[in-house]
């Protein structure tokens, strides 16, 4: 497949200063010079794009609470590190009941690999922002275009990158290694925390849903109120359907349903996968795209 990092860019007058900077401090004087930055008739690519000072895609940090945080601007090098510099600003070392020390909010390696990623597979041909979701219990990164392969998160295999020249680019630099660890280091973040972070692929996007390890995304109260909002939306749900609006496993969805049922808040009609819920007092929702509250 070719990437479009090859096509001709539709700006020509480029200039390269911050990535120059940051690419020649990680990898020696000259090592910028030697980058595929034009293409056979002369003329700079999508891949000088992206690392240009006039780089038109950019990561925008978004607040559950006031919309619009920060807009990343400039090359895409710098803007990865720009987000994480804002990410470590407001992702405070807390003393969470059970664990010895100080731990982050949200771990430092999943969000760098979760940034990461989104930066090497997003689609350069949507001209959309890569988004990233801040909320009290929860970070979601959003990247433009879902990941070209593997279908299956469980499988130890190559991934294949869409922005192909930057994901190298990367490698060389130590940050990434394209040999599928990136979700299993999200993964590994987590261990012994008692939280799951998510991985959800679609034509649309690929997600990146990283839970705060200080508080229970999976209290009752929380996840019933959650539920509640989808089936005031989707009466009739399925049992998948909200485990994936929420971006929890099926298991803790189905717990928290039998109990909403027990509390008298749930009904269910069906039997088996075909088992649909309801709500038996429907109320006004609350915005729940991509598990929004």
């Keep these: 497949m070719t990437s479009s990092e090859s096509f001709t860019s539709v700006i020509q007058d480029l200039s390269f200063e911050s990535a120059t900077d940051d690419i020649e401090t990680a990898l020696g004087p000259g090592s910028f010079g030697k980058l595929p930055l034009k293409n056979r008739n002369g003329s700079f690519n999508n891949f000088a794009l992206l690392l240009s000072d006039q780089c038109p895609w950019s ?83 959003i990247s433009p275009g879902g990941m070209i392969e593997p279908e299956n998160w469980g499988e130890s295999t190559t991934t ?65 109120r959650r539920i509640s909002d989808i089936l005031a939306v989707r009466p009739g749900a399925t049992l998948t359907y909200v485990s994936e609006k929420l971006l929890i496993l099926p298991s803790i969805a189905l717990r928290a349903l039998v109990r909403m049922e027990e509390d008298g808040i749930v009904f269910e009609m069906g039997a088996g996968n075909g088992r649909r819920f309801y709500l038996y007092n429907v109320r006004k929702p609350l915005d729940i795209r991509r598990g929004r509250q």
């Design 59 to 141: 990561f925008e940090i978004l607040s559950g609470e006031y919309g619009v945080f920060h807009r990343c601007t400039g090359s895409i090098i710098r803007q990865v590190e720009d987000v994480l510099r804002v990410i470590d600003s407001i992702n405070p070392r807390l003393k969470v009941k059970g664990r010895t020390g100080f731990v982050r909010k949200f771990p430092r390696r999943a969000l760098e690999e979760g940034v990461l990623n989104a930066a090497i597979h997003f689609d350069i041909s949507r001209v959309t922002d890569i988004t990233v979701e801040l909320y009290s219990d929860r970070l979601v990164v």
């Design 160 to 224: 294949s990158p869409r922005n192909r020249m930057l994901a190298e680019l990367y490698r060389e630099m130590g940050r990434v290694n394209l040999h599928f660890c990136g979700v299993r280091t999200i993964k590994d973040s987590y261990l012994r925390t008692g939280q799951t972070p998510l991985m959800r692929k679609t034509p649309e996007y690929f997600l990146v849903f990283c839970p705060s390890v200080a508080q229970n995304v999976r209290d009752h109260e929380n996840l019933s």
